[in-house]
């Protein structure tokens, strides 16, 4: 019975975002903002993220207080796009956006260092848990655009309080593995870091963040520089969405057979041939059935990181270690493709920015195929 909080917390959470996030951009504009201060807006987010994340994990690490500290970022998340609809500067709304961004940036990792608790000894079931994250988005997200549809712009906060809220109450039930810290926050990190398979695993990690910021914000101006209609973008969204499931619900299986780095290894193979394909394979059709590959992108990807950072995360930090990952992939990788795909798109055009993160994709799966096996153990101070 625990094991449903988790799923249903993960279809709030998620079913909210997507109440939100695909109608800031049409907000921004709707307020008169300029190309220049939307761009700095989006790119604000992942950036705060990298502070804000590890900030509060490692303190509710250190004091042991991971319920309390989640709720309040939570709570204080909500109460900030509650808000969004009264500003319309952009000076406050860059200042509203940098506290949301700081405050919700942990939940994610504390929801994922809940999940593997309350899992125990069946801790690789962990993928059919996060499923319900893609269910959520894949329902509540055409309930979201009606009402918007109806209503306005302003009840894409309104929504996101809303469902989010409900996403706190289920919060609540969450467990945590609140081990004893043998070592300060300082020296695990240190700890951390000195793990050269860790490394090297947060290192993979980021460049297919970057692969995967370069897919999702560049697909839509990529099909309009094919000349494809823009409302094709729904259905290659819709399709990317439910190829999460399967791989979600048969994680554990996977993991049994491929273990958390050779699931890694997967995901960056499907991230290299999905980059390929869009630059090779320039049609309305390709585009739609390469959409197929997500599931063993992104959904591959993280079941593969939080498993890992699960196995082998300092004891006492593994919200904290799971703030590591997340800020690896969608803090630094999202920045980093975020910055150089925009270049590359209006300096050489869609499909050479694709065939440049499928390049540096490949060369680093390379690199950590080749160096993984190599690496001595790493054993704990």
Request: with cysteine; charged share 10%; hydrophobic share 55%.
């Amino acid at each position: 019975m625990k094991k449903i909080y988790p799923f249903l917390f993960y279809l709030m959470y998620f079913g909210a975002n997507a109440c939100f996030l695909p109608y800031l951009v049409l907000y921004y504009q709707s307020l008169g903002f300029t190309g220049t201060q939307i761009g700095i807006l989006s790119a604000i987010s992942p950036l705060i993220s990298l502070v804000g994340a590890p900030f509060w994990t490692g303190l509710a690490d250190v004091y042991r207080r991971h319920q309390l500290i989640m709720s309040i970022c939570l709570l204080g998340g909500i109460g900030l796009v509650a808000t969004f609809p009264l500003l319309k500067t952009i000076g406050a709304v860059l200042v509203l956006v940098s506290l949301y961004s700081f405050m919700i940036a942990p939940v994610n990792s504390f929801a994922d260092s809940a999940t593997m608790t309350m899992l125990g000894n069946q801790q690789n079931m962990y993928g059919r848990i996060r499923s319900g994250g893609t269910i959520g988005w894949g329902f509540i997200a055409p309930i979201a655009g009606l009402i918007i549809e109806r209503f306005g712009l302003n009840w894409a906060f309104w929504s996101y309080a809303l469902v989010m809220f409900i996403g706190f109450l289920l919060s609540q039930q969450f467990k945590y593995n609140h081990v004893q810290q043998t070592v300060s926050l300082k020296n695990g990190m240190r700890d951390l870091f000195s793990n050269r398979r860790m490394v090297l695993f947060l290192i993979t990690a980021f460049f297919a963040g970057m692969s995967l910021m370069a897919i999702n914000a560049y697909l839509a101006p990529y099909l309009a520089e094919l000349g494809i209609r823009s409302s094709l973008l729904g259905y290659a969204l819709a399709i990317a969405t439910i190829s999460e499931l399967p791989v979600l619900f048969f994680g554990n299986r996977l993991l049994a057979k491929l273990k958390p780095h050779g699931l890694l290894i997967l995901s960056m193979s499907a991230v290299t041939v999905r980059l390929f394909f869009y630059a090779i394979f320039q049609t309305t059709a390709g585009i739609l059935w390469f959409q197929l590959i997500n599931g063993f992108t992104f959904a591959a990807l993280w079941v593969a990181g939080v498993s890992y950072i699960n196995e082998n995360a300092p004891p006492g930090l593994s919200a904290t270690t799971q703030a590591v990952f997340g800020a690896a992939v969608f803090g630094f990788g999202a920045a980093g493709g975020g910055f150089i795909g925009g270049i590359l798109l209006e300096q050489v055009g869609g499909a050479a920015m694709f065939a440049f993160f499928g390049f540096t994709t490949l060369l680093m799966l390379i690199v950590y195929t080749l160096l993984e096996r190599r690496l001595p153990q790493h054993v704990t101070s």
